[in-house]
């Protein structure tokens, strides 16, 4: 008897939360391309993860906020994590920087 291995999961984020963000048409491109190859998708929108900007001392002391413990055990969770993010001044977005500090 041979094991099946089991379906790969993908969770797909939008790095701009801008209403016409060219981004978010790319995301869902990739999330309908991740699922005819047969990939179990969960499109996250980081609006539903309102977070304070980081603070190490919020973070030292313990109090981490529940939307930042959510999202960390969503990452953990998938297989993929695919950010589909525009260029900002050279780097991420402030969102996304504030999402994976």
Not at 42 to 66: K, S, V, W, Y
């Amino acid at each position: 008897m041979t094991d099946t291995p089991s379906k790969k999961t993908a969770i797909t984020i939008c790095g701009s939360l801008r209403t016409n963000s060219i981004n978010e048409p790319l995301r869902r491109h990739m999330s309908a391309k991740l699922r005819e190859a047969g990939v179990d998708v969960t499109d996250l929108d980081l609006r539903d993860f309102e977070m304070p900007i980081f603070n190490q001392d919020i973070e030292d002391a313990g109090e981490t906020p529940e939307a930042a413990k959510r999202l960390a055990e969503m990452f953990r969770s998938y297989d993929i994590v695919l950010i589909i993010s525009p260029e900002y001044n050279g780097g991420v977005t402030p969102v996304i920087a504030n999402m994976i500090s």
